[in-house]
């Protein structure tokens, strides 16, 4: 069934640094891709998204471009800030439109 | 718009005992979702609803009843409730043209 693998957590990194989370999938076909945020006692938003092979997705300093030669969705941003800190899913949209979700990574950015 | 909202923010229940639980969304979606969130796993769809009286059963759905009797209300309901069903539940809500997924604030649950 499809689904979806992204780096473990936490990763701590110190403000201005650049964050790479990786995120892969298996799906059948070419199903559309997201990236979700969760802030401290919140909910999910969404952070941004790509529908089709080769689309970049973008948000906030936040970028994704999906890659359908390595099935990957990789998160990144340039310099990360405080306010960046949160837990970070990786999601695919499966039949039905359902979301199917990766376990999530915590990032803690430190001044 | 108050977007998604769940009723209660928190609750804690005895093993055995019964509780439902309400989203609403006041943007006129046609799909909800509810799912639920524990550590190390993401989220996982419990149920969802493509539309008023309609439900289906997502990847968890054992020990779980829905509800989707009005159009912006979307019940979920524990008959018998287990300690393997202490976690955080998130509703979400979307359109039918728009694959962007809404979520409400959660509901932390637990069961002792």
């Known amino acids: 069934g499809d689904s979806v693998t992204q780096m473990e957590g936490p990763v701590t990194l110190s403000e201005e640094a650049f964050l790479t989370i990786n995120c892969t999938y298996t799906?059948?076909?070419?199903?559309?891709l997201f990236w979700y945020v969760q802030y401290p006692g919140e909910g999910l938003q969404l952070l941004l998204k790509?529908?089709?092979?080769?689309d970049k997705g973008s948000n906030k300093g936040f970028e994704a471009t999906y890659r359908k030669e390595t099935t990957s969705f990789h998160l990144e941003k340039g310099s990360v800030q405080v306010s960046d800190s949160a837990v970070y899913f990786c999601?695919?949209?499966?039949?039905?439109?359902?979301?199917?979700f990766g376990a999530g990574t915590r990032l803690a950015v430190h001044p | 718009n108050a977007g998604v909202t769940q009723t209660p923010k928190f609750r804690v229940l005895k093993t055995g005992q019964s509780m439902t639980l309400l989203c609403a969304q006041d943007?006129?979606?046609?799909?909800m979702y509810w799912y639920r969130q524990d550590p190390g796993m993401g989220l996982r769809l419990i149920h969802y609803?493509?539309?008023?009286?309609?439900?289906a059963k997502g990847e968890v759905p054992d020990g779980y009843n829905v509800s989707r009797l009005k159009k912006q209300n979307f019940l979920l309901g524990l008959e018998s409730a287990a300690p393997s069903q202490t976690s955080v539940y998130f509703c979400?809500?979307?359109?039918?043209?728009?694959?962007?997924?809404?979520f409400g604030p959660g509901t932390r649950l637990t069961v002792l």
């Open positions: 999601a695919l949209e499966g039949g039905y439109n359902k979301l199917i």
């Open positions: 790509a529908t089709k092979a080769d």
């Open positions: 979400a809500s979307r359109t039918s043209s728009y694959n962007e997924q809404f």
């Open positions: 943007m006129n979606h046609e799909y």
């Open positions: 799906a059948t076909g070419y199903p559309s």
């Open positions: 609803s493509v539309g008023e009286g309609t439900t």
